[in-house]
């Protein structure tokens, strides 16, 4: 079996930008099952491009997105329906309706892609809302939320549809170290504890060091993947000193 059948999300010669202009290219990788697996790189070096590409907001100028093995890029119709339903995502803003309660914000995957019963929905729905800690907050609307409240209903929005793996873009962005931290320690619970598979942009290095067990570093000069490793190893051994500043920053 190759490395990339046996990966939950695969990178193959990917070649994405916009229009004529080239963001990154010849970027290769692997995401395993059960894998915190980050993007990093300075502003402006392609993380939220890649993540566009990586469920298929965008079709890349060449290359291939994997999921589970199968190709996203090329997949058409059913198929195509189907393997995005193999994935959540949560957004940088969480990205809640405001005029729906929290339950009603996490069942909507459910209510557009499923024919259960309401009340079979919305106990599914509570159910992950359970997972991450906000059953109590099912009826509020998301204006009575606070941030890390409104970006754990967000992650269980994303993964009422039980996915294999979760993008997250920035999950910490506008969160205090508190809040990000009890963030984090959710991630590793869901990563750990459900085997969820999870590939996250971020910037925020604490977090990397906390949840990441492997990272790729990009850089906008190289167009592409410059380092990848364990956020440590990357931190400590990296043999690019650019690299090496750029994680010790979150050592600080």
């Not at 119709?77 to 940088?92: A, C, P």
């Amino acid at each position: 079996m190759s490395a990339s059948a046996k990966s939950m999300v695969t990178a193959r010669e990917l070649k994405i930008g916009y229009g004529e202009r080239v963001v990154l290219e010849r970027v290769n990788f692997d995401v395993h099952r059960g894998e915190v697996f980050a993007i990093l790189g300075s502003s402006g070096s392609g993380k939220s491009t890649l993540l566009k590409h990586l469920i298929g907001l965008y079709p890349p100028m060449s290359g291939d997105v994997l999921i589970s093995g199968e190709s996203l890029v090329q997949a058409e119709g059913d198929q195509r329906l189907r393997l995005l339903q193999r994935f959540g995502v949560l957004y940088q803003g969480a990205a809640l309706f405001g005029s729906l309660s929290t339950v009603e914000n996490v069942r909507l995957p459910l209510d557009e892609f499923t024919d259960l019963p309401p009340m079979a929905k919305d106990l599914i729905a509570l159910s992950k809302l359970r997972l991450v800690g906000l059953e109590a907050a099912a009826t509020k609307l998301p204006a009575d939320l606070s941030g890390g409240m409104q970006k754990r209903a967000g992650i269980a929005r994303a993964i009422v549809m039980d996915p294999c793996v979760l993008f997250l873009d920035e999950p910490s962005a506008g969160l205090d170290p508190i809040t990000s931290a009890g963030l984090d320690a959710l991630i590793r619970e869901l990563a750990q504890g459900l085997g969820i598979t999870f590939v996250m942009v971020t910037h925020e290095l604490a977090s990397i060091f906390s949840v990441a067990d492997r990272v790729v570093v990009l850089d906008p000069r190289a167009r592409g993947i410059v380092a990848e490793g364990t956020p440590a190893d990357l931190r400590d051994h990296s043999p690019l000193p650019w690299v090496r500043q750029f994680l010790n920053r979150g050592t600080q």
